[in-house]
């Protein structure tokens, strides 16, 4: 490598560093955010599970209601068949059945929403555990927020100065041709691998890599832009990436 290259592979390594730290804290914050969005879900689960169940008990009360009043009209007439106080006798019998046929659709009807009530009680204890769990994890993403955000900010802060310095004493054309390269999200320094930019994959002529060798020449892929750091053969290449992994 160029010893001119030297300064700028120390900048990208701080900017490497600092683009983790952005990374790893808006993680933590998309973290928090995800739980908080877990635990509204819970909540709107739960709040709808009580809706329902509040809807359920008004239509058994109105049902209960029903049934009372049909129960009463034929206890009712009931006691006028039996006090033969009726002219038309074969009307209120007819008129009994109908009633006690409405009676037991009532039941059946009661006896439906006492079910769909006894399921909303099952449905809510899950929902309500479920909002525990995510209540759970946003506590815990918070406190891992709470502990790891001060390391994050305090390194921030002093590579930001590092970086600062370090920019700042690379000569302006330099300078320009990295911040040129950031701006283009490449990689800035890139070795040829059998003959070629291995990231664009520009084929380098024989005396470029011969100085690439050499590391005496400050040189720059004609493909890309980037900064050519060396020659690596193509196993070495991927030994090199096994290494890393």
């Known amino acids: 490598m160029h010893l001119e290259l030297l300064p700028v592979a120390a900048l990208l390594r701080m900017d490497t560093e600092l683009d983790g730290l952005k990374r790893e804290a808006a993680e ?34 109105a049902v209960e209601k029903q049934r009372k009043v049909a129960a009463e009209r034929g206890r009712n007439l009931k006691a006028q ?20 046929a409405q009676i037991n659709s009532l039941d059946d009807a009661i006896l439906a929403e006492m079910e769909a009530a006894d399921t909303l009680v ?14 759970a994890w946003l506590r815990d993403s918070l406190e891992g927020q709470r ?10 802060k002093e590579l930001v100065v590092a970086r600062r310095e370090q920019h700042g004493q690379l000569r302006a054309e330099l300078r320009r041709a990295y911040d040129e390269l950031r701006d283009r999200k490449k990689p800035i ?9 291995a990231h664009c994959r520009f084929s380098a ?12 020449k400050l040189l720059t892929c004609r493909g890309c832009g980037c900064w050519l750091t060396g020659v690596d053969e193509p196993d070495e290449a991927e030994d090199a990436e096994e290494d890393a992994g």
């Not at 320094?189 to 930019?197: I, K, R, T």
């Not at 024989?206 to 590391?215: F, N």
């Open 189 to 197: 320094l890139v070795a040829l691998v059998g003959g070629a930019c």
């Open 122 to 135: 099952s449905a809510r204890a899950e929902a309500v555990e479920r909002k525990g769990i995510a209540e």
């Open 205 to 216: 002529p024989p005396q470029v890599i011969h100085d690439v060798q050499l590391g005496q």
């Open 28 to 61: 933590l914050s998309a973290k928090v955010e995800r739980a908080k969005a877990r635990v509204q879900a819970a909540e709107a689960e739960v709040q709808r599970v009580d809706a329902e169940a509040k809807a359920c008990a008004e239509r058994q009360a």
């Open 81 to 100: 068949l039996e006090a033969g106080a009726l002219m038309d006798y074969a009307a209120a019998l007819h008129q009994q059945e109908t009633l006690a």
């Open 147 to 156: 502990r790891r955000r001060p390391d994050l900010e305090l390194r921030h």
